[in-house]
């Protein structure tokens, strides 16, 4: 399969592979079809295997003072836990950060290369690149990639010279522009916890609180979600990290254990 | 020498791509087009040669917008300008289609001069023969730009600048007088140095200005007519106060 190397590609292509209509739009990616003698439903049972589960808990918000990103960190192979402590928080540059869900070399080897893109933007345009043209950089790719089996589910949050900006892409070529998204297994219940106490007048504290709570309770209910919460901040001057604890600490940390009166004590007989 | 100059991909043993050189000889053959820039305006200026009477004047538009804040002009072989403009319109939608913003003039600038470059190393073509002038207002920061490109594919940013026909005299004259100007005085300016090279009438010249609020604007004949009445006239208050400097000395 023929990767996308446009980032890496010299701006001078081929002079035979001209095309002037086709000019200024990239040629999608294509690979040779497998014999078979239903494809579409060799495509649909290929997907299935890989089956976009995603299996995690991340979610992201934009509020007064800018955008607060957070995530766990356990990856799963089935009922396996096979790492309790993965980086879903990607940092694309200083001031641009992207969410892990679903496969992780997929989301990992995206959001490099779409770091490349960026930097490439910066040098030849001498300026930022701004959060909506990198996110859809990423859904662009992404949708050349359509049917092809990535699963991808990712949010990029960054602070360019509009302000704070938040965008959910998908390997379908989604992209969505939002104030507040979670993504993965565990989003339902990170919703609910986020959606309840969200208001857009939080200070940084309060805001990196509410991010961690809906974290901590997504893994408590969640299986494919544990190991650590990770909250990041992006501010104008670009992006912090400001707490990683463990979800079992934040659990006693939330309902701490309270000495209870025993009720039928057991002591020990002396004798018969 | 005749044998290095046939083909573009061969140097001369003296460093020259003789191709690129006759191509710009093609632009000083061309019509004199001129570009001020201002503070808050950016003028063109283009030649018009003499109204041929059957012609439709509207179908033949020198100066063009590439997209609602960039315009161009040029100077010298219209049917390749064609073919520029419309791939440099193209790279304009393309642009707003893939990060969702409008390009800068630099960027556009920076599209065109590459494709210039790149027939002047390719085989089995020639060069564009034209020269041009952009110009226009970067989306967010609102700075006015005017930028020129050659056959040979270099582009620079410049304050005022002329190419064509007696490019060199226009230029002279601009770099004599040359002030930081605003709005109406930015066009005095461009169609002064016009002036230097061109008949004067609004028939033998088509301006028109951008700026941030309205875009692209071309000046109607009777503007242009106008403001080269209200030059002339200054040109002769300024011609009678020196004659009555020199007056008293007179005995």
Redesign the interface.
């Known amino acids: 399969m023929k990767l996308d190397t446009t980032g890496m590609e010299s701006?001078?292509p081929v002079?035979g592979s001209h095309n002037e209509l086709v000019?200024?739009?990239s040629v999608a990616p294509s690979f040779e079809l497998p014999n078979t003698t239903d494809f579409d439903g060799f495509q649909k049972e290929a997907i299935q295997m890989v089956k976009p589960a995603k299996g995690t808990t991340t979610l992201a918000f934009i509020f007064k003072e800018g955008v607060m990103v957070a995530a766990d960190s356990r990856a799963s192979m089935g009922g396996y836990i096979s790492s309790q402590s993965v980086k879903k928080i990607i940092e694309i540059n200083p001031y641009m950060l992207g969410t892990m869900a679903g496969g992780a070399a997929d989301c990992q080897f995206w959001h490099r290369n779409l770091g490349t893109k960026c930097r490439l933007h910066e040098l030849?345009?001498?300026c930022r690149?701004?959060v909506?043209?990198a996110s859809?950089?990423l859904a662009?790719i992404l949708y050349s990639y359509r049917g092809m089996g990535l699963s991808v589910g990712t949010m990029i949050a960054g602070w360019d010279?509009t302000g704070p900006g938040l965008y959910y892409v998908d390997n379908e070529g989604g992209r969505l522009k939002g104030m507040r998204f979670s993504v993965g297994s565990g989003s339902p219940y990170a919703y609910g916890v986020l959606d309840n106490g969200y208001r857009y007048d939080m200070s940084v504290e309060e805001a990196a609180e509410l991010a961690r709570r809906a974290i901590y309770h997504a893994t408590f209910r969640d299986g494919a979600s544990g190991g650590v919460a990770s909250v990041y901040y992006v501010g104008p001057n670009g992006w912090k990290k400001l707490s990683g604890d463990d979800v079992g600490e934040l659990h006693y940390r939330y309902y701490p254990v309270m000495p209870s009166t025993v009720e039928q004590e057991m002591f020990e007989v002396t004798g018969a | 020498m005749a044998r290095y100059d046939r083909a573009i991909t061969v140097f001369s043993p003296d460093g020259h791509l003789f191709q690129v050189e006759y191509a710009l000889e093609a632009v000083r053959k061309g019509n004199a087009a001129v570009g001020v820039r201002g503070t808050d305006i950016v003028v063109l200026g283009v030649e018009k040669k003499s109204a041929v009477k059957l012609q439709d004047s509207r179908s033949v538009r020198k100066i063009v917008s590439l997209d609602d804040h960039i315009a161009l002009a040029c100077a010298g072989l219209k049917a390749d300008a064609r073919v520029l403009i419309n791939r440099a319109r193209i790279e304009c939608q393309s642009h707003r289609l893939t990060v969702e913003d409008p390009v800068t003039v630099e960027y556009i600038t920076r599209y065109i001069a590459g494709l210039q470059q790149k027939y002047t190393q390719s085989g089995g073509v020639r060069p564009f023969g034209l020269s041009t002038l952009i110009v226009g207002f970067d989306p967010y920061t609102g700075v006015p730009s005017l930028y020129q490109t050659d056959p040979s594919g270099t582009f620079s940013a410049w304050k005022a600048n002329a190419t064509g026909r007696n490019s060199n005299s226009m230029r002279e004259f601009l770099e004599k007088n040359y002030k930081e100007t605003s709005g109406h005085e930015t066009i005095k300016l461009a169609i002064r140095a016009l002036l230097e090279v061109v008949e004067s009438g609004g028939k033998n010249i088509e301006v028109a200005t951008i700026t941030k609020e309205h875009g692209l604007r071309q000046l109607e004949e009777s503007e242009i007519d106008a403001i080269v009445a209200e030059i002339e006239a200054e040109k002769a208050a300024a011609e009678a106060a020196k004659k009555a400097l020199a007056a008293p000395k007179e005995t």
């Open positions: 701006a001078a002079w000019d200024g739009f030849a345009n001498k690149i701004s909506t043209g859809k950089l662009n010279e």
